[in-house]
């Protein structure tokens, strides 16, 4: 059975700062990988998907990266603002029935 | 706009009284899919279709049914339901083919069962 596992829970950190959440999941036959960003009380909006063949996508201020292999992914937010504080949830989809599997998210707080 | 719709946005019922969460989505995608968050539980599929009259049971399907007879619409029905019920609700649709399996997620339905 597929787990995901997102770590840290919590994030703060100040106005400015690059920053790196990480994603990690344990059968590594998927075909892609998420990141979701979700603010409170709101639905969850894609950010990014990765392709099982590729190693990475960027989006603006984003980049996400996925080493298969070992299981992992990381998203990285660059220049960090206020704006950015959200709930960030990695998905991977995988299995016969197509599932996705979510972590239950890094709470990200920026502080101006 | 390309999005996913549910009704209501929120509700509030009583245990024993039948309720119908409504979903729709205008992207002619094949797959769509039943979230339910809970804190500390994260976010677990409930049942999924692959396409019309193709659905199936998810991690968590017990009290629940779903139904697949157009493309655009998947309801979620709560035959019975009972405060465990009580939760943030999601549905989300997606084409899955490559890039374009970008999953686009419902604004969510909450749901308080007394």
Known sequence: KQEVTQIPAALSVPEGENLVLNCSFTDSAIYNLQWFRQDPGKGLTSLLLIQSSQREQTSGRLNASLDKSSGRSTLYIAASQPGDSATYLCAVRGGSNYKLTFGKGTLLTVNP | EAQVTQNPRY??????????????????HEYMSWYRQDPGLGLRQIYYSMNVEVTDKGDVPEGYKVSRKEKRNFPLILESPSPNQTSLYFCASSSPAGLADTQYFGPGTRLTVL
């Open chain 2, 11 to 28: 509700l509030i019922t009583v245990t024993g009284k039948k309720l119908t969460v409504t979903c729709s989505q205008n992207m002619n």
